[in-house]
């Protein structure tokens, strides 16, 4: 059975910090492109940040690049995301998603999400 489970949200001030993590099983997690997408009330999802399969390179939106981080452990199948000055905007459930590659090319997965409230 496939699960992404994310964990790791909460409440946060601003300027202040959390590190996510998105635990994946029932798939070989080294053959999938994983991403985090965050979805705020009345927007629309977007895409966070990306890591390759083996996690040689990543990429972010401009919105969180110089303040979140993308990374992950092959052999604990996991990714994570360390999120630092964390700004109202910030806010929102974030949703871990894992790509498959090559072979398994086309199937994507989804995780129930995390939320995010950043507050004083």
């Known amino acids: 059975q496939v699960q992404l489970v994310e964990s790791g949200g909460g409440l946060v001030q601003p300027g202040g910090s959390l590190r996510l993590s998105c635990a994946a099983s029932?798939?070989?997690?080294?053959?999938?492109?994983m991403s985090w997408y965050r979805q705020a009330p009345g927007k629309e999802r977007e895409l966070v940040a990306h890591?390759?399969?083996?996690?040689?390179?990543?990429s972010y939106a401009d919105s969180v690049k110089g303040r979140f981080t993308i990374s992950r452990d092959n052999a604990k199948n996991t990714v994570y995301l360390q999120m630092n000055s964390l700004q109202p905007d910030d806010a929102a459930v974030y949703y871990c998603?894992?790509?498959?590659?090559?072979?398994?090319?086309?199937?994507?997965?989804w995780g129930k999400g995390t939320l995010v409230t950043v507050s004083s």
């Open positions: 890591i390759t399969s083996v996690g040689d390179s990543t």
């Open positions: 029932g798939f070989t997690f080294s053959s999938y492109a």
């Open positions: 998603n894992a790509r498959g590659l090559g072979y398994y090319a086309g199937i994507n997965y």
